[in-house]
C-alpha cells in the first residue's frame, strides 16, 4: 500500500525488481485492492506480508509467506513461510524505552537523602512517584529523538542497532506509545504538588527544544543537558516540599557539566575516526578541532565540583546534620579518583558516549557508591 514514490525509490535503490506496483493518489492498493491488483496482473503469484490487512492477498496466493508477522496476522493466517529476523518485543521494547537511562531520574531522591528524610515513608513516596512520572517522560522523548534521528542511526555503527533503526519496533509502534507515556506521566504527577507537575512539563518543553533545536547549538546544548539533569533535583525537592540545599545545587550544576563535556568528546573522538558517523551527525555543532578545549575545560570544572565539596564541608550545616562530620571528608578523595578515571577512560578512547551508562555498568563506581554510603553512615 505504500505511494508510488516511496515504493520506486525503494525499488531502485535495490535494484532487483523488474515492475513496481504501488499506490497512487487515486488508487489505494490496500487488503483486497492490492488483491484484486496482483491477480490481474500475476494470475499465479506468491506473497510476503506482514499485517492482518494482507490476508485477502494470501488467500489468493499461491504460498503464503509471513515476515515479521503481527500477532494478527500470525494466528489468523497459516505460513508456508515464515521469516522472523527480529528481536522478541520483550527484548526491543525495553531498549526502545531505554529502561536503564531511568537511573538518571533517581537525582530525584538526592534532596531527602542529603536533608535527612528517606526515613519518612510519606515522603519517600511522593518521591518514588516523581522518580516514574520523570522515567516515563524520559522515555517518551527518546522515542522522539530515535524518530528524529532515524536516517542518521541507520548508518551509525553503533545506533543503527537501535530498535527503530533495525528495525525491531515499528514506527507506528512508537508514535502510539509515545502519547501514552505522557498521559501517564501527567497521571501520575496528579498526585504530586503542582510545583512538581509545573516543573515536569518545563521538563518537557525543554527535552523537546533540546531534541528539535538547541542539540544543533555550540555549547547551548551542554548548558541544557545540565540544566535538564540540576531539573531532576529541584523537582525531587518539589515533589516533597523539601527545600534544596545551595550546596547541593551548586555542586550538582558543576558535576553533571563536567558529564555532558564528557559525552560530547566522546562523540568529537568518533567524529575523528569514522567518516561515516561524521556524515550521520553533521548536524551537530561540533569539530574534532574542539576536543582539546572540552577536555581541558571538562577537568577544569571537575575539580570545581570538587572545591564545592570542600566548601560543604566546612559549613555549619555539616555540624548540624552530622554527628562526626570528619568522616565525610573521605569522600573527596573518592570523587577526585572517579573523575580521574572517567578523564582518563576519555583519554585513551575507551568510554561510551554516555557517562551515567558507564558508570551504572561500571563495578569500581559500584565500590565507590557503597564507601560513601558507609561514609554518610558512620558521620550521621
Not at 22 to 36: C, G, I, M, Q, V
Not at 105 to 123: G, K, Q, Y
Not at 216 to 236: E, N, P, Q, S
Request: with cysteine.
Amino acid at each position: 500500500a505504500a505511494n508510488y514514490r516511496t515504493a520506486e525509490a525503494v525499488a531502485t535503490h535495490i535494484g532487483l525488481f523488474d515492475d513496481v506496483l504501488s499506490s497512487t493518489a487515486k488508487h489505494n492498493l490496500f487488503s483486497a485492492s492490492k488483491r484484486d491488483a496482483l491477480v490481474q496482473r500475476f494470475t499465479t503469484f506468491d506473497y510476503a506480508g506482514d499485517s492482518i490487512s494482507d490476508l485477502p492477498v494470501w488467500q489468493a496466493a499461491r504460498q503464503k509467506i509471513l515476515v515479521n508477522p503481527s500477532h494478527q496476522a500470525r494466528k489468523v493466517q497459516p505460513a508456508d513461510l515464515l521469516i522472523e529476523d527480529r528481536r522478541p518485543l520483550h527484548q526491543a521494547l525495553p531498549r526502545m524505552l531505554r529502561l536503564h537511562h531511568w537511573v538518571k531520574n533517581l537525582l530525584v531522591f538526592s534532596p531527602l537523602l542529603l536533608a535527612h528524610r528517606l526515613n519518612e515513608d510519606s515522603v519517600l513516596s511522593q518521591t518514588i512517584l516523581a522518580f516514574f512520572a520523570f522515567s516515563l517522560v524520559a522515555s517518551a522523548i527518546y522515542i522522539i529523538n530515535d524518530l528524529l534521528d532515524l536516517s542518521a542511526d541507520q548508518t551509525h555503527p553503533r545506533k543503527q542497532n537501535r530498535p527503530f533503526a533495525a528495525g525491531d519496533i515499528q514506527l507506528i509502534q512508537g508514535i502510539r506509545l509515545f502519547p501514552m507515556l505522557l498521559l501517564g506521566a501527567l497521571l501520575i504527577s496528579s498526585f504530586l504538588p503542582p510545583t512538581f507537575s509545573a516543573i515536569l512539563l518545563l521538563y518537557l518543553l525543554l527535552t523537546t527544544l533540546y531534541s528539535l533545536w538547541i542539540r544543533r547549538l555550540f555549547v547551548w546544548d551542554v548548558l541544557m543537558l545540565t540544566g535538564l539533569y540540576t531539573l531532576r533535583i529541584i523537582a525531587g525537592g518539589a515533589a516533597t516540599h523539601t527545600p534544596i540545599s545551595i550546596w547541593l545545587l551548586a555542586f550538582s550544576i558543576l558535576f553533571f557539566l563536567t558529564l555532558a563535556l564528557v559525552k560530547r568528546c566522546t562523540e568529537l573522538q568518533e567524529l575523528s575516526l569514522s567518516d561515516t558517523i561524521n556524515t550521520s551527525c553533521r548536524e551537530r555543532p561540533y569539530q574534532p578541532k574542539h576536543y582539546s578545549a572540552f577536555f581541558q575545560t571538562g577537568i577544569t570544572i571537575a575539580l570545581g565540583s570538587s572545591f564545592i565539596l570542600i566548601g560543604y564541608l566546612l559549613s555549619d550545616k555539616v555540624l548540624k546534620l552530622y554527628q562526626q562530620p570528619l568522616y565525610l571528608w573521605g569522600i573527596l578523595p573518592l570523587i577526585l579518583y572517579w573523575f580521574w578515571r572517567i578523564w582518563n577512560r576519555v583519554k585513551k578512547g575507551i568510554l561510551h558516549d554516555d557517562p551515567i551508562v558507564f558508570a551504572v555498568s561500571d563495578l569500581q563506581t559500584y565500590c565507590i557508591g557503597l564507601i560513601v554510603c558507609l561514609l554518610v553512615h558512620l558521620a550521621s
